[in-house]
């Protein structure tokens, strides 16, 4: 299935003062969801201090797709938009998710589940937090449900860890190690998008 990059598609409406969210991109400069939208995408990627507060990614100038994405689905939920956050897994690998190749050639793996989260609108899919030289990228998820933006912390994780201690089940791979593959992805991403 198809990520869009671009916010060109998704909903554009004035951002009013009442929305507390919407006050925090007013003080900014930002007065449309698309203005918003365009500048948190441009934010680099990295993990805020708590993974599970999605207002730091004004406060620190950076975000993940969990992050990024749970503080635009709140904004626009706080406009009565139906922009819904969305949780996926699939199997990550250089040509899905660059920067990981070098990782898991080192241990021997073709891909690693990984869980992400994007928006939804409308049926369409938006991810903007990858950089790619395209404006849609194929990903083809395993997995996909709506979540609320206060279920990106411990949720996420959980829900993660689930599926994959299955996969580990299934492949013989130890989980703990499996994680900690996951982890040094995590970090050569954010070194490619840095660089």
């Known amino acids: ?24 991109f007013l003080a900014l400069g930002f007065t449309s969801y698309r203005e918003a939208a365009r500048y948190v995408q441009n934010l680099p990627y990295g993990r805020n201090s708590n993974r599970a507060d999605f207002r ?19 904004l626009a939920q706080e406009h009565g938009v139906d922009v819904e956050l969305t949780l996926g897994m699939y199997e990550m690998n250089e040509k899905n998710t660059a920067g990981t190749g070098n990782i898991l050639r080192r241990y021997r793996l073709d891909s690693l589940p990984e869980a992400h989260c994007f928006l939804t609108y409308q049926g369409n899919r938006f991810d903007l937090t990858r950089r790619v030289g395209t404006t849609e990228q194929n990903v083809d998820f395993l997995i996909e ?10 949720y996420k994780v959980e829900q993660h860890r689930v599926f994959l201690r299955q996969w580990c ?12 593959i996951r982890e040094e992805c995590i970090a050569a991403i954010t070194t490619a998008s840095t660089t």
Do not use: N, Y
Request: overall charge negative.
């Open 1 to 24: 299935m198809k990520l869009s990059m671009t916010v060109d598609f998704l909903p554009d409406f004035p951002l009013q003062s009442q929305s507390a969210t919407a006050h925090d």
């Open 56 to 74: 730091l990614v004004l406060r620190e100038q950076h975000g993940t797709c969990s992050t990024k994405h749970a503080l635009l689905a709140q």
């Open 145 to 154: 449900e709506t979540i609320l933006p206060e279920q990106i912390g411990e």
């Open 169 to 180: 089940v299934a492949t013989g791979l130890d989980f703990d190690l499996a994680w900690k």
